[in-house]
């Protein structure tokens, strides 16, 4: 079968990756074409467009770059009408994606899947309305997400989380020891607090400079930045000055498997440190915090923003963002995790419960059986 994929940022590119290679193991005839990275072309198949040209976020962004994201709208539609998939996959990213799920249901009548729903149990809960009208299936990947769409009468399927896989599969296959790490990294012999400030280049101007001066108060610890896909380390540099921080490329799970604690901006990077049983700050700058805070206390329709809590149901990581995030919170809050250990095996265990709740690896494989069974039916 022939399958249009679309994904509009690093980890949709990882997660859709991983996905079509479950598909090639369901279906040895699959022919993949998609909008994505580097891993998801490592698979096989077309690329059309790569995610670097996509990934516009926030207001001011998206409008001074409104042309580039209408031209890349056009060409994805055109394209799926030339290629005329079996079925198109879209991967989270909502904005760009529903307007393609729009169009490929009224237009071409082809069938719409969706892996990795959008947030909308945040805010926007108004998109339920584009799910049941342009999307056939809904294969989810957090616990509540199921209970939140029955709630709105909309069927889904939880799957697993992808980010548990590929967690596994790491510890299994790919893990390093310590020693080896340091010495491939050129890092001191001494305790690694892992700075992890985003996948954008807005976050990391905005998250990266505070962290650094965090770091800083601990000097018996050795901060280490994950470089994130496609920034140039150059972008790093001009933050971290005379900071003594290192950058890595390409190795956060390693960075993640050897540190002590680490400051962690919201996303997908607090589910995997906590998989990795690494106690962390959860610190993300919003420009107005104090209005943000209102904001998300008045109109957001849930009390956290880390997949964590969220996940957890309750707090078990410091979410520092908004009015609450400041050099000195964060500080304090870091201070507790290093010197604490009745507080750091509280976070540690509150890990251990949502890493039952999210279940087994398998995701990846679940959702490509599902999807081949269906198409097939």
Known sequence: MKYYLIAGEASGDLHASNLMAALKENDPKAEFRFLGGDLMRAVGGTLVKHYREMAFMGFIPVLLNLRTILNNMKTCQED??????????????????????KY????????VYYYISPKIWAWKQYRIRDFRRYVDRMFCILPFETEFFRKLNYSVDYVGNPSVDSVAYYKEHQAIPKDTFIKEEGLANKP????????????????????????????????????????????????????????VFGKTYPLLQHSAAALVTSGTATLETALFRVPQVVCYYVVAGQLASFIFKHFFHTKYISLVNLIGGR?????????????SQIQDELGRILQDPAYRKRMLDGYDKIIHTLGMPGASKRTARLIVESLGS
């Open 104 to 111: 490929v249901k009224t237009q071409l009548g082809l069938p």
């Open 315 to 327: 707090e078990i990581v410091q979410e520092l963002f908004g009015a609450r995030f400041s050099e």
């Open 192 to 247: 690694i607090l892992a700075l992890l400030s985003g996948s954008r280049k807005q976050e990391i101007k905005d998250n990266l400079p505070t962290m650094l001066k965090v770091a800083s108060a601990y000097p018996d610890y050795q901060p280490v930045i994950a470089g994130a896909p496609g920034i140039d380390p150059a972008y790093y540099q001009e933050y971290i000055g005379s900071y003594p921080a290192k950058i």
């Open 80 to 101: 799926i009408r030339r290629y005329q998939p079996d079925v198109v996959i879209l991967i989270d990213y909502p904005g760009f994606n529903l307007k393609i799920a």
